[in-house]
């Protein structure tokens, strides 16, 4: 409980942080990515200068959104949902990545798994989060594997990812979900760090082991009463 304390008290700073800076820099950027582009379609400019200053600027627009989400929290509608059906969902959108990776994704669900109350689009944001990093994790491709059970002792269900990646070195595990840890090049350090506090608003836990060179699992467990 202290590691999950420590992390909340950091996603509300981030979240303060989020609400202010965000919309303030969403605009001014949009306009001159317009402008810049505008520019670039005009006969005689450097191309090679605006693809990068374009990339550069895609970079700040996909920081900025994943933050947003973070300032959302207020207007969340919980929902009964289920699981399963959300989880095909996921699956469908990121399989295309997938498949370029060489990579199946299997889900195996229990028949009777009871709903949960959720707000759909920031779950299906978790897993999203999840299964693009086990695809990132896979360059040589192999199998995802997803997993929902019924928890019937404790009323949660857990979701099971498991993945045959690279694996996460065991003293950067509690590094997970700090703001900005990444170690892809292109990477945000901002997924992890969104799906726990997410999941921390729907009454869950999600917790990470792994294995280097053999793989990574993730639970996320979800209460099915409403505390
Ligand atoms: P990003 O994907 O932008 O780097 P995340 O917050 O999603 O940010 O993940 C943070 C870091 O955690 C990743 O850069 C990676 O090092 C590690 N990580 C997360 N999931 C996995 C996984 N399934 N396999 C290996 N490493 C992972
Ligand atoms: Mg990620």
Avoid: W
Wanted: proline share 4%; with cysteine.
């Amino acid at each position: 409980t202290e590691e999950l304390l420590r992390k909340s008290d950091k996603l509300s700073v981030v979240g303060q942080l989020a609400a202010g800076v965000a919309h303030e820099i969403r605009n001014p950027l949009t306009a001159i990515k317009g402008f810049v582009q505008l520019i670039r379609d005009t006969k005689g400019a450097k191309d090679e200068y605006f693809t990068i200053m374009l990339s550069e600027l895609d970079r700040i627009e996909l920081i900025i959104n994943e933050f947003l989400v973070l300032a959302k929290p207020q207007a969340v509608h919980f929902q009964e949902k289920n699981i399963v059906t959300l989880l095909q969902s996921i699956i469908a959108l990121v399989e295309t990545q997938a498949i370029l990776n060489n990579i199946q994704i299997e889900l195996t669900a229990a028949q009777d798994i009871p709903l949960i109350q959720c707000e759909e689009n920031q779950l299906k944001q978790v897993f999203i989060n999840i299964l693009k990093n086990s695809i990132e994790a896979m360059p040589n491709g192999g199998v995802i594997r997803l997993g929902v059970e019924y928890l019937a002792s404790s009323e949660r269900l857990r979701v099971r990812v498991v993945d045959e990646g690279q694996g996460i070195p065991e003293e950067r595990i509690p590094k997970l979900g700090e703001p900005f840890y990444t170690t892809k090049e292109k990477g945000t350090g901002l997924g992890l760090m969104i799906s726990y506090k997410i999941i921390s608003e729907h009454h869950g836990k999600m917790v990470v082991r792994s294995t280097l060179n053999v793989g990574t699992t993730v639970d996320v467990y979800l209460p099915t009463q409403t505390p």
